[in-house]
């Protein structure tokens, strides 16, 4: 037996042992919650204490020396919900996810990388493992700008969870996975000795992952429906949103505002540098800029302008940084 199963709590495996995968639909937009185990809605103490799983969002600043963030459209309830709302108002959970360039934020890994998050514990807050193995796979209703990987995480495969891709789909996109469609990465270094289906006999999160590719990226996902192989009925639609101004802080809080600056989504597209020769433009004037190398060095920084003069910078590769008050950009640049 794997050993890390061998030295689970008492707490973990009862929990295991207890909590029967619900084979009916988990999470269909009527409840914040999703129904991981068997009566989970009615029995809401043993519910709380054992199965019932809480969406939250992750990303890459906290460990990573990332960028990337989730936005929602509502503020949290009194409860400090930020999921609640959504359920109450549109009836499914969506962000939207903006990617940023790692190599921008002081990354320094040998293959950088930048990601956003969504997903859910299959035993309430903890960590603790479930047998979700009787679901035979899981099935989503979901749309999203990128493509978004499906993972089932469980302790002993480390950061190399396994997986399945979805397709981007502007549309709401039946996805119906069976456990040997799900994949461990080729550089995992921690196999799992029985493939995938043991991620699923001891499954501890389920999650929607958004890969920016080491680039900057962003776009919306709406996830409508989630559950065992089968029981997703793909019969969804969007309702009419507000506009995305809660800044996830990646720890389950979210900074709100007015603001529309708070929206990369749309300000990150407000302004775009092209290089003429030596003459950098942003085509709007922009209140600071930066030039940095790619060892993270700022070597050159400009105030107030529309212009910058590259006469002085060393032929390579560089990123530009700029900011205003309409305007928010991170872009490569080859200086020759």
């Known amino acids: 037996m794997n050993k890390k199963l061998i030295a689970l709590s008492a707490v973990s495996m009862a929990a295991m042992a207890s909590a029967a995968v619900n084979l009916e639909i988990w999470f269909d937009g009527t409840n914040q919650q999703v129904n991981t185990g068997g009566d989970c809605m009615y029995e809401y103490q043993v519910c709380e204490e054992t199965t019932m799983g809480y969406w939250y969002d992750y990303d890459d600043r906290k460990n990573d020396k990332g960028g990337s963030y989730a936005i929602y459209p509502y503020e949290a309830d009194q409860y400090e919900s930020l999921v609640q709302p959504m359920i109450e108002n549109l ?20 293959y950088p990388y930048n ?25 989503a209703t979901y749309t999203s700008d990128l493509a978004v990987t499906l993972e089932v995480a469980t302790p002993d495969a480390g950061d190399a969870s396994c997986s399945v891709t979805l397709t981007k789909a502007a549309t709401p996109t039946k996805a119906d996975k069976a456990i040997a469609d799900f994949k461990q990465p080729t550089w995992a270094d921690k196999k799992l000795p029985g493939g995938c289906a043991d991620a699923f006999a001891a499954a501890t999160a389920v999650k929607f992952k958004l890969d920016g590719q080491a680039s900057d ?20 639609s969007a309702a009419a949103e507000p506009a995305f101004t809660c800044k996830s802080n990646g720890s389950g809080a979210a900074v709100c505002s007015g603001d529309a600056a708070i929206n990369t989504v749309k300000a990150a597209s407000a302004v775009k540098a092209t290089l003429a020769g030596r003459t950098l433009s942003f085509g709007v004037t922009v209140a600071k800029a930066e030039i940095v190398n790619l ?27 700029a900011a205003g008050k309409s305007a928010v950009m991170n872009q490569k640049i080859l200086v020759k």
């Open 295 to 321: 060892q993270g060095q700022v070597v050159m920084t400009a105030s107030s302008v529309k212009t910058m003069d590259l006469s002085k910078v060393q032929a390579g590769v560089y990123m530009v940084r």
């Open 115 to 139: 990601f956003v998050g969504f997903g859910f514990n299959t035993v309430g807050a903890s960590q603790d493992p479930m047998d979700i193995t009787a679901a035979g796979g899981l099935c």
């Open 91 to 110: 009836g499914y959970a969506t962000i939207k996810y903006v990617l940023v360039d790692p190599t921008t934020t002081g990354q320094t890994a040998e």
């Open 217 to 236: 990226a962003q776009g919306q996902l709406r996830i409508f429906e989630v559950g065992p192989k089968g029981t997703c009925s793909g019969a969804k």
